[in-house]
Structures are given as C-alpha cells and as structure tokens.
C-alpha cells in the first residue's frame, strides 16, 4: 500500500492522515466540509484533498471510512464505482452489528471491506483534535467476516504495528460488540449519567483528579453516540442492568454497615483493575 484515502476527516479520520503522512503514505483527504479540506491541507495532514473524491478514490490502494454507522451504506453505494479493482476498505466505526454484513452485501465482488476498531478515541469533536500519537501503545481491534481474505487480515495487523498501537486482536462481531458494550459504551453512560446527575458547575473549583478522571469521556459527541448506542441496544442495555445490580448490591452493604462486604468489594476492584495497569 503506498496511497491512502481518508473519507472523513474529524478527530480519528484527521489523526490517521496525520499518521499515514508521517509514515510515508501519499494521503487523499475525503470531507463534505470545503473549510475542513483546506484546514488539512494548510496543516500538512493530507496531500491532495476534495469534497467528493471522484478524482482520487481511483489513485487509492487503500480506503478508510471514518463516518458515522448510519452513513456508510450510503457512501459506499454512491462512490463505489470510482474505486479501483482490489481496493480494500476499512471501516472504524464503533460497533458492528447490523452494520459489517449489510455493508458485505452491497459492496462490488472486486473489493473488499474489513471492520476494524482502533482503541484510541477521543472525547474531542473535529479535525482541529486529530493528534497522530493516538496511535502510541493503543490496542487494534480486527473483526473479519467469512469473506475477508487472510491476506487483508495480515495486511491490516502489519499496518497496524505501523500506526504504532501495540496490541493486536481479532474478535467476532459478536465478541467485538460485548466486548465494547462494557468497556466503551457502559463507562459512556456512567459518566454522562454522573455528570447528569447533579447541577454541579458550582463544585469546579473543589473538584480533585478523581471526578475529573472518571467523567472526562461525559464530552460526548451525541451525534454519533447516540447512534452507537440504538445499534448496539440488546447488549448496552444488559450491560447497564448488571451495573445497576452492582451498584445496588453496594448499595445494601452501605445500608446495612457491613464492612467486611465493602472491603471484600474493594479487594476485589483493586485486583481487577491492576491487571490493565501491565
């Protein structure tokens, strides 16, 4: 692969330019944003950029979509035909279900489409955002259909290496989506649900590393999160009924005084957490 093409250039598809340059590629930035093409290209992220891609979708090797779920369908639909035969695509959107095998289904016979979730996004909104060190350390998720090759698989995992991220994984959709429903999703909800859970503008000034660490994801994009969410209902909705329980059987052993039931509780969070600390 030596030319890349990047459709959507928020946060994550700016911080993959910025990468892909440092790295060598010859990068083609994709926006319907005129005002963010010309950010791009006046920061150096990208070598050539346009609003549609019909004059550089054809020069591409390689094709990352970093657009929201409910717009890759569309995209693919309608820009398709200016694709080179074996162009592989990758799409980085944050869950998988109803939304890999659809896209399977519609995509021309000559190319070829691979899911995959870099670990690494941000809170931030816009290209103005994109950092390329993201990629630094960060675990790559590659979650393969029947029909992906092994070629693409091993292609993707060596480009990955190449961003810098550190960890390598292939997962199921169905692996893929628990998986994010509990790690990504649920902590969503937490932090939203705490910051929501007082008028607390009142508390900046006393507030400690704490609070500001557990609710800095509550800077949400609610566009695109609250379509992560719909599509990924069955499984964030479980994830919430267990961390209801959860909070609710700590809630008994504060009302009943039982020490020994928190330590155990505390004993068994310290534990846990120390193993995501290797």
Known sequence: MKTIGIVGLGVMGASFAMRCKQLGYIVYGIDIDHETIEYALDHDMIDEGDTKGDGSLSKCDLVLLALYPTQLKSWIEQNQKELKPG????????????????????LRPDLELLSIHPMCGRESRGIRFADPKIFENANFIIIPLENNSTKAVVTISAFAKELGCKNIGVLSIE??????GFLSQLTHVIAVSL???????????????????LTRIAKINEDMWSELFVLNK?????????????????????????????????????????????
């Open 87 to 106: 162009t592989l695509l990758l799409e980085i959107s944050g869950v998988k279900s109803n939304i890999s095998k659809e896209l399977q289904n519609i």
């Open 175 to 180: 692996e893929h989506d628990r998986m994010i």
């Open 195 to 213: 910051m929501n859970t007082h008028e607390n503008a009142h508390l900046v000034e006393y507030t400690g590393d704490s609070f500001r660490d």
């Open 234 to 278: 069955e499984i964030l909705l479980d994830e919430i009924d267990q961390f209801m329980a959860s909070i609710q059987n700590f809630r008994t052993l504060l009302q009943n005084e039982d020490i020994d039931g928190m330590k155990k509780e505390f004993i068994q969070s310290t534990d846990r957490r120390k193993k995501f600390d290797q």
